[in-house]
């Protein structure tokens, strides 16, 4: 299976920003976990970080044709208000995963918003960076 795992802005400063809501591990360690997701499930991951809408709406519709068979995005802030987001993953058939780290709904009343989880199969959050391992799991699975 091919997976595709997109994360939004600033999930790059993991383990700088914020570490009392998003722990202390860094993006490093995000990556070395997917890889060897990818490893134990004979997988094949990519995983593609951006901090700006344009980039990761092209890599969306990017993976309509290059093969990819289910995406795991964490869209970040882009959760709450990028409708642009939201309708390039409602193009795109394959099965998608909306994750994240924090759990949402005990955080500002903004980040209770997702416009993006309504074209997703499934939302996970409050997991940590377990969430994406139980990601990839669902789209394993479907």
Do not use: W
């Not at 570490?19 to 490093?28: E, F, L, M, P, S």
């Not at 980040?111 to 996970?124: E, G, L």
């Amino acid at each position: 299976m091919q997976i595709l795992v997109i994360n939004g802005p600033n999930l790059n400063f993991l383990g700088i920003r914020e570490k009392a809501v998003y722990g202390t591990q860094d993006y490093d360690y995000l990556l070395q976990l997917i890889a060897g997701k990818g490893e134990q499930e004979n997988c094949r991951i990519e995983v593609f970080q951006s901090n700006h809408e344009g980039a990761i709406i092209d890599r969306i519709q990017d993976a309509y044709s290059d093969g990819t068979e289910g995406i795991v995005i964490n869209p970040g802030a882009y959760t709450h208000y990028s409708y642009a987001i939201r309708d390039a993953l409602a193009s795109v058939p394959m099965p998608k995963v909306e994750v994240h780290i924090s759990d949402i709904t005990n955080r500002e009343e903004f980040r209770k918003i997702s416009v993006t989880a309504p074209v997703c199969d499934k939302q996970i959050y409050g997991q940590g960076l377990d969430g994406y391992l139980q990601a990839i799991d669902f789209l394993i699975k479907k």
